[in-house]
C-alpha cells in the first residue's frame, strides 16, 4: 500500500520534497495558494556551501557540502522537464577590496579548511578569470566546485517533473498542518512556517535582489559566480543566460516585501566596484524576498508532532539544500534511504 503525504509549500524545497517522495512511491498533494512566489523566486541561485563558510557553521558547511555533491545528478534528472539549461555557472571567484576585507576572506578560507574546496587566489590569476573585473584587488580565492543555477528555470521544471510524476498541486492555503490528509504532512512553508509551527523558530530576513541584463555593446557576463566584500559589505553576481543577478541585502524584517531604495543603491554601487562593465546593463527587475531564518542557521528537519514533519528553515541556502532535504524526506516520512539521483 502506498504512503499518502502532504507537502504544505510549493518553493524549490516543497517541490523538491513531493518529487523526490513520489518517485520513491508516495502518493504526494502539494498546498500552495501562490506557488513559487517566495524567496525560490527571488534567489540568485547560487550553491556555494564552501565560500559562505564561516566559524561556528560547520555543521551548516556539512550539510551544504553533502547537498553539493548530489545537485550534478539532480540537475541531470530535473533537465529534461526545464526549458532552458539549469546549471548557469561552474566555480566562484571570491574578491576582496582592502585589507578588513581580505582579512574576512582568510576567515572563510580557515573556517573551509580544505584547499582543494576553497582556496586562496592571486588577484592577477582572478582578475584573468573575470575578464573586466575592477583592476584594485586585494585579495582573491576560488571554489572551483560550487555552481549557481537559475532559480526560475529549476521551479518550473520542478512543477513539471512533480505532474509528470503524479503530484497534485492544490491553489490552497493552509491554517492548520494537521487537518490535512494523508499518513504524513511536511511543512516546507519558508518565510510562513512560523504561522504554521510556532515553535520552528523561524524568522524572516529580508533580502533585496537585482536583475540586469546585458545591452548588445556590452562584455558579457562572467562565466562564473563573483562573490566579493566591498569595504565590509557582501555582494554577489550570478550568471544568467542574458545578464546577471546581483544581490543580496540583508536585514532583519517583518513581512515588508517592499524594496528600499538606499539599500539597492548601495549594493549596485559595490557590484560596480568590482565589475565596472554592469553599470551599462540594463535594469530589469528589483525584487525582494524574506529568507526562513533559524538562529543556528541550520534547517528544520525532522518530525515535529505525530505525523507532522518539518522540512524549513534554510535561510539563504534553500536552493543548495533542496536535493538533501528531499532524500531526508524521504528517509524520516517513508523509511527509505536516498542515495543518488538518476
Same mark, same amino acid.
Given at each position: 500500500?502506498?504512503?499518502?503525504?502532504?507537502?504544505?509549500?510549493?518553493?524549490?524545497?516543497?517541490?523538491?520534497?513531493?518529487?523526490?517522495?513520489?518517485?520513491?512511491?508516495?502518493?504526494?498533494?502539494?498546498?500552495?495558494? !501562490?506557488?513559487? /512566489?517566495?524567496? /525560490?523566486?527571488?534567489?540568485? #541561485?547560487?550553491?556555494?556551501?564552501?565560500?559562505?563558510?564561516?566559524?561556528?557553521? !560547520?555543521?551548516?558547511?556539512?550539510?551544504?557540502?553533502? +547537498? *553539493?555533491?548530489?545537485? !550534478?545528478?539532480?540537475?541531470?534528472?530535473?533537465?529534461?522537464?526545464?526549458? #532552458?539549461?539549469?546549471?548557469?555557472?561552474?566555480?566562484?571567484?571570491?574578491?576582496?577590496?582592502?585589507?578588513?576585507?581580505?582579512?574576512? *576572506?582568510?576567515?572563510?578560507?580557515?573556517?573551509?579548511?580544505?584547499?582543494?574546496?576553497?582556496?586562496?587566489?592571486?588577484? +592577477?590569476?582572478? *582578475?584573468?578569470?573575470?575578464?573586466?573585473?575592477?583592476?584594485?584587488?586585494?585579495?582573491? $580565492?576560488?571554489?572551483? /566546485? !560550487?555552481?549557481?543555477?537559475?532559480?526560475?528555470?529549476?521551479?518550473?521544471?520542478?512543477?513539471?517533473?512533480? &505532474?509528470?510524476?503524479?503530484?497534485?498541486?492544490?491553489?490552497?492555503?493552509?491554517? $492548520?498542518?494537521?487537518?490535512?490528509?494523508?499518513?504524513?504532512?511536511?511543512?516546507?512553508?519558508?518565510?510562513?512556517?512560523?504561522?504554521?509551527?510556532?515553535?520552528?523558530?523561524?524568522?524572516?530576513?529580508?533580502?533585496?535582489?537585482?536583475?540586469?541584463?546585458?545591452?548588445? +555593446?556590452?562584455?558579457?557576463?562572467?562565466?562564473?559566480?563573483?562573490?566579493?566584500?566591498?569595504?565590509?559589505?557582501?555582494?554577489?553576481?550570478?550568471?544568467? &543566460?542574458?545578464?546577471?543577478?546581483?544581490? &543580496?541585502?540583508?536585514?532583519?524584517?517583518?513581512?515588508?516585501?517592499?524594496? %528600499?531604495?538606499?539599500?539597492?543603491?548601495?549594493?549596485?554601487?559595490?557590484?560596480?566596484?568590482?565589475?565596472?562593465?554592469?553599470?551599462?546593463?540594463?535594469?530589469?527587475?528589483?525584487?525582494?524576498?524574506?529568507?526562513?531564518?533559524?538562529?543556528?542557521?541550520?534547517?528544520?528537519?525532522?518530525?515535529?508532532?505525530?505525523?507532522?514533519?518539518?522540512?524549513?528553515?534554510?535561510?539563504?541556502?534553500?536552493?543548495?539544500?533542496?536535493?538533501?532535504?528531499?532524500? %531526508?524526506?524521504?528517509?524520516?516520512?517513508?523509511?527509505?534511504?536516498?542515495?543518488?539521483?538518476?
Amino acid at each position: 500500500m502506498k504512503s499518502s503525504v502532504s507537502v504544505v509549500g510549493a518553493g524549490i524545497v516543497g517541490l523538491t520534497v513531493a518529487w523526490s517522495l513520489a518517485r520513491a512511491g508516495a502518493r504526494v498533494t502539494v498546498y500552495d495558494s !501562490e506557488p513559487g /512566489s517566495g524567496a /525560490s523566486w527571488v534567489a540568485g #541561485g547560487m550553491l556555494a556551501p564552501y565560500s559562505e563558510a564561516w566559524p561556528g557553521e !560547520e555543521g551548516l558547511l556539512a550539510l551544504g557540502a553533502q +547537498s *553539493l555533491a548530489l545537485w !550534478e545528478g539532480f540537475a541531470t534528472a530535473l533537465q529534461p522537464y526545464a526549458d #532552458g539549461p539549469l546549471i548557469t555557472a561552474r566555480g566562484t571567484v571570491w574578491l576582496a577590496v582592502d585589507d578588513g576585507d581580505a582579512e574576512e *576572506l582568510a576567515t572563510v578560507t580557515t573556517a573551509v579548511g580544505d584547499e582543494r574546496l576553497f582556496a586562496a587566489l592571486r588577484p +592577477s590569476a582572478a *582578475l584573468r578569470t573575470i575578464p573586466g573585473a575592477a583592476p584594485r584587488i586585494r585579495a582573491a $580565492a576560488q571554489a572551483p /566546485s !560550487e555552481l549557481a543555477v537559475d532559480n526560475r528555470l529549476v521551479h518550473r521544471a520542478l512543477l513539471a517533473a512533480c &505532474a509528470a510524476t503524479g503530484v497534485e498541486l492544490r491553489a490552497e492555503a493552509v491554517r $492548520a498542518p494537521s487537518d490535512l490528509p494523508g499518513d504524513a504532512v511536511i511543512v516546507c512553508a519558508g518565510a510562513d512556517s512560523v504561522d504554521l509551527l510556532p515553535g520552528c523558530a523561524v524568522r524572516p530576513v529580508k533580502g533585496e535582489v537585482v536583475r540586469l541584463r546585458r545591452a548588445p +555593446s556590452c562584455l558579457p557576463p562572467p562565466e562564473v559566480t563573483v562573490r566579493a566584500r566591498v569595504h565590509g559589505r557582501p555582494v554577489y553576481v550570478v550568471p544568467r &543566460a542574458d545578464g546577471v543577478v546581483v544581490g &543580496a541585502t540583508q536585514y532583519e524584517n517583518d513581512r515588508d516585501l517592499a524594496p %528600499r531604495v538606499g539599500p539597492v543603491v548601495e549594493l549596485l554601487g559595490d557590484a560596480f566596484t568590482v565589475l565596472p562593465f554592469l553599470r551599462e546593463y540594463e535594469l530589469v527587475e528589483v525584487t525582494a524576498g524574506l529568507r526562513p531564518t533559524r538562529p543556528d542557521n541550520l534547517p528544520l528537519l525532522g518530525r515535529v508532532d505525530g505525523r507532522v514533519f518539518a522540512a524549513t528553515g534554510h535561510g539563504r541556502n534553500g536552493i543548495l539544500l533542496a536535493p538533501v532535504t528531499g532524500a %531526508r524526506a524521504v528517509d524520516m516520512v517513508l523509511d527509505q534511504e536516498v542515495h543518488a539521483w538518476n
